[in-house]
């Protein structure tokens, strides 16, 4: 399954990329988010490779994905592979110009392995839920970036 969405950010291309790629803002506008924690390399200068854990709230639960950096390319491309014990993805975030002062960002998650439980999940949730789910995220993302000063 592949979710994927494009918005145009009223914020130049550097600015959008920041934001975007900033640890410190992942709680603000991915659902769910709790902590991120940089385990290889050196979060201010990110690199292929570096990997680190993002733990997010399930129920009462909690459950981490380990993000490993394939492609870095600031600042027009970062791609991710994100593993769990529950299924694996990879994300890709594209930023372009548009013109000065406006970026556009397209934005997809595309789910490589599905574990059983997943599975089942995927049966009881539709794909338009989960992509209407993965615009809102992303339409938050917009509002933040271009509310900043």
Request: hydrophobic share 35%.
């Amino acid at each position: 399954m592949k979710l994927s969405h494009v918005i145009t950010v009223d914020k130049p291309l550097q600015k959008t990329w920041d934001y975007s790629n900033n640890p410190e803002n992942l709680s603000k506008w991915l659902n769910d988010f709790l902590r991120y924690e940089q385990v290889t390399g050196d979060v201010t200068a990110p690199k292929v490779g570096d990997k680190s854990n993002h733990t997010y709230k399930e129920g009462k639960s909690e459950f981490t994905m380990e993000e490993t950096i394939t492609v870095y390319d600031p600042p027009n491309r970062i791609e991710l592979f994100m593993t769990s014990k529950y299924f694996d993805m990879e994300i890709v975030n594209t930023f372009e110009e548009v013109e000065p002062g406006k970026t556009r960002l397209l934005a997809s998650a595309d789910f490589v392995r599905v574990g059983w439980m997943m599975k089942i999940i995927f049966l009881f949730s539709s794909k338009s839920k989960m992509q209407a789910d993965h615009e809102r995220q992303i339409a938050r993302l917009k509002e933040l970036i271009e509310s900043e000063g």
